[in-house]
């Protein structure tokens, strides 16, 4: 079993830029996908990007290809999400997951984070 906590979100004018942290605890964090997934108020929560256990492997949704970067350090149980030029339509409570599947379906991922805020102002 892997707990996962989520930082890093915070209130930010367009164009800015954030990086987001999730901690891992345990010592299989190497085995696992990690992913993030965002949800805003009154919509699902959708898939943002996911990397694989070694780090060699990622993609990300349309929506942010390009602006967001994805990485982990396995050293310290760590992935992050560097987000820049952020819009209106990113702030969501954001979500790190972890899995056995490298997968962007939210119910492949058994471990979830409690989640950051992100809140991009217009």
């Known amino acids: 079993q892997v707990q996962l906590v989520e930082s890093g979100g915070e209130f930010v004018q367009a164009g800015a830029s954030l990086r987001l942290s999730c901690a891992a605890s345990g010592r299989t964090f190497s085995f696992y996908t990690m992913a993030w997934f965002r949800q805003a108020p009154e919509k699902e929560r959708e898939f943002v990007s996911r990397?694989?256990?070694?780090?060699?492997?990622?993609s990300y949704a349309d929506s942010v290809k390009g602006r967001f970067t994805i990485s982990r350090d396995n050293a310290k149980n760590t992935v992050y999400l560097q987000m820049n030029s952020l819009r209106p339509e990113d702030a969501a409570n954001y979500y790190c997951?972890?899995?056995?599947?490298?997968?962007?379906?939210?119910?492949?991922?058994?471990?979830w984070g409690q989640g950051t805020q992100v809140t991009v102002s217009s």
């Open positions: 990397i694989s256990p070694s780090g060699t492997a990622s």
């Open positions: 997951a972890a899995g056995h599947s490298y997968s962007s379906r939210s119910y492949d991922y058994p471990y």
